[in-house]
């Protein structure tokens, strides 16, 4: 089944959920997660064909879901996609990404730029025209995919752990702003996630540089870990709220201090 034969959203009487940056990784991960709980799932993206593998992958299990096209950068991409959706209850903003592990002196701004489009002017795009739909639900949930880089620096990260600041400030005013509505806001950091393309895009394409991130850690998030606490935040009661969510491997202490090798789980009590 395509993307444009599935089940017409508007008649479903199941909870949409929204996906942006939806046909990979942790976003792909959300999506089938969030199918599994009982929604209706649009997920968004650039890649045709990624996204129309997850949908394919979800309606295999006994989902519904559809493929929607759409890039955060572009406002009418964002109007047309956003627009063509008669509801909305939950909505993920998880399109993003990291470029470059460059000293400040020595970062390209374009990739600052492509950065902060992304992660935070996208996740503004999408949140604004979600809005309206929101409002009319009665579990209106805005889910923001920070990072541990939106609270912590480390050297190299710079225009990462600036973007990703700006996710999450991006989140805390909302909460602000929106207090009195029924809409919740829930700002999810995680750690070192290890994907098929986060580090791979970050470093150029640079295979053997992507691999060596991850190279001796003791069992790094995946992708379906930070799903779980999608769906658990999500799933709560209404009127229940986590703020922010902090998520990394127990390897993990910040973002600059990692153990690399093996930890005796036998100890624990």
Same mark, same amino acid.
């Given at each position: 089944m395509t993307s444009e034969q599935t089940t017409d959203h508007s008649t479903s009487t199941r909870p949409l959920a929204l996906i942006t940056g939806g046909g990979t990784g942790i976003g792909a991960a959300i999506a089938r997660r969030l199918s599994h709980d009982g929604y209706d799932v649009v997920v968004a993206g650039r890649r045709r064909e990624k996204l129309d593998a997850v949908v394919a992958a979800i309606e295999t299990d006994g989902g519904t879901a559809r493929a929607l096209v759409l890039d955060v950068t572009d406002a009418d991409s964002v109007a047309r996609g956003v627009g063509s959706l008669e509801r909305c209850d939950v909505v993920v903003n998880n399109?993003?990404?990291?470029?470059?592990?460059?000293?400040?002196?020595?970062?390209?701004?374009?990739?600052?730029?492509?950065?902060?489009?992304?992660?935070?002017?996208?996740?503004?795009?999408?949140?604004?025209?979600?809005?309206?739909?929101?409002?009319?639900?009665?579990?209106? #949930?805005?889910?923001?995919?920070?990072?541990? *880089?939106?609270?912590? %620096? /480390? &050297? !190299?990260?710079?225009?990462?752990?600036? +973007?990703?600041?700006?996710?999450?400030?991006?989140?805390?005013?909302?909460?602000?702003?929106?207090?009195?509505?029924?809409?919740?806001?829930?700002?999810?950091?995680?750690?070192?996630?290890?994907?098929?393309?986060?580090?791979? #895009?970050?470093?150029?394409?640079?295979?053997? *540089?992507?691999?060596? %991130? /991850? &190279? !001796?850690?003791?069992?790094?998030?995946? +992708?379906?870990?930070?799903?779980?606490?999608?769906?658990?935040v999500v799933g709560l009661p209404q009127h229940v709220n986590i703020d922010t969510m902090v998520i990394k491997p127990v390897a993990q202490a910040a973002p600059h201090k990692v153990h690399r090798g093996s930890i005796d789980w036998k100890t624990a009590r």
């Open positions: 399109a993003g990404g990291a470029l470059g592990v460059s000293r400040v002196e020595d970062s390209d701004p374009e990739e600052w730029q492509t950065m902060y489009a992304t992660n935070v002017v996208g996740t503004l795009r999408v949140t604004k025209a979600v809005l309206p739909m929101l409002r009319r639900s009665p579990r209106a #949930t805005i889910v923001d995919i920070s990072s541990i *880089a939106g609270e912590r %620096v /480390y &050297e !190299g990260g710079a225009g990462y752990v600036a +973007a990703k600041h700006g996710t999450s400030v991006v989140s805390e005013t909302l909460r602000l702003e929106l207090n009195g509505e029924n809409i919740r806001v829930v700002d999810i950091r995680p750690g070192m996630v290890h994907t098929e393309e986060f580090s791979l #895009t970050r470093l150029h394409g640079d295979r053997a *540089a992507a691999d060596k %991130v /991850y &190279e !001796g850690v003791d069992r790094p998030l995946v +992708a379906e870990d930070v799903a779980e606490c999608v769906g658990f």
